[in-house]
């Protein structure tokens, strides 16, 4: 039924008959946001106390364990409704926005967060969902529900990322390979592997050999840290893969005043900070952005060398 509706109305339609939800996106009107500019480009910090859930999940596996997993049908609140899509994923109103269009994607089924077979998903949902930027955070990366598969969409004009893409500022193609192309980033702070393509299949195929780089490059066994941001422009696919060192800054784990609560993942890694906290969020310097980015970053240099490799299939 929504799907013909759009997803708009859908939107509509569950801010009419929830409460918490709708009262969530009106005090987005009160969120406050400031700007500093760096080299050619900006990054906005966002002061928003409804993210302090999301900031401050824990998600050892010891708390993950005993609490009830909000993704699954059975927890949820009864007024979320649901937008089928494909057979495995529903598309929810997200209750703790960032954006006043921001959803919440989980797979029916509880199952970890894991992004290794479900790229082509993603590919889907942002030919489906053209005005969005598709998001994946890594179980480690900004995922607030690591046991419970999920992405989020939110809308794409609200990313800098996105927009410094589509003016070429502080980024420029490096290489193509089989339809695709690549492109490098300077100066940026962080350093995603970004790369288009119109071939639903070359990219997946794409994304596959970026993994095994990651795997090797980062020496683990499990899930390379990572966190993903997706869109289609009617034509061509847009990835942007962020490796990532770190989960968290050591601001985090600071006591009183050197403490600044900061959990980045995909929507920090586009460049806005989301800041739960006001005094934080009155204090964060710019020289605190640029220490926080090269903790949780793999650095320039390092993507630089992987995607080299990918280019020369040097694997
Ligand atoms: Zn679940």
């Known amino acids: 039924m929504y799907r013909q509706l759009g997803i708009d ?44 859930i999301s900031s401050s999940a824990r998600v050892d596996e010891k708390s993950i364990r005993e609490r009830p997993c909000f993704l699954c049908r059975q927890n949820r609140p009864a007024e979320q409704l649901e937008l089928p899509f494909e057979e495995d994923y529903l598309i929810l109103v997200n209750p703790y926005p960032v954006f006043d269009k921001h959803f919440t994607i989980p797979s029916v089924e509880h199952q970890p967060q894991e992004i290794r077979g479900r790229f082509g998903v993603m590919l889907n949902l942002a030919a489906y969902l053209q005005d969005y930027a598709l998001i994946y955070n890594g179980p480690r990366c900004g995922a607030s529900a690591p046991d419970h598969f999920h992405f989020q969409a939110v809308g794409k004009k609200e990313l800098p990322l996105l927009r410094d893409f589509n003016a070429m500022r502080n980024t420029r193609p490096v290489a193509s390979t089989r339809g695709i192309k690549i492109f490098g980033w300077n100066n940026y702070l962080r350093y995603p592997v970004t790369f288009m393509g119109a071939e639903r299949n070359e990219l997946e195929r794409f994304f596959d050999l970026l993994y095994l780089v990651l795997l090797r490059e980062m020496n683990t066994a499990e899930e390379p840290m990572m966190n993903i941001l997706t869109c289609y422009t009617g034509e061509d696919w847009v990835v942007h893969v962020f490796p990532r060192k770190k989960h968290r800054p050591s601001q985090y784990f600071e006591s009183a005043e050197k403490q600044i609560l900061l959990s980045p993942a995909s929507i920090d890694m586009s460049g806005i900070l989301i800041m739960p906290r006001e005094n934080d969020f009155d204090n964060i310097t710019a020289n605190d952005i640029k220490d926080i980015y090269n903790q949780v970053v793999l650095d320039c240099r390092m993507v630089n060398r992987m995607i080299s490799q990918l280019v020369n299939q040097d694997l």
């Open 9 to 52: 109305t859908f939107i509509q339609q569950q801010l009419g008959n929830w409460d918490m939800a709708r009262e969530h996106y009106n005090d987005l009107r009160q969120v406050r946001q400031k700007t500093f500019a760096f080299s050619g480009y900006t990054i906005e910090a966002q002061y928003n106390p409804r993210r302090i």
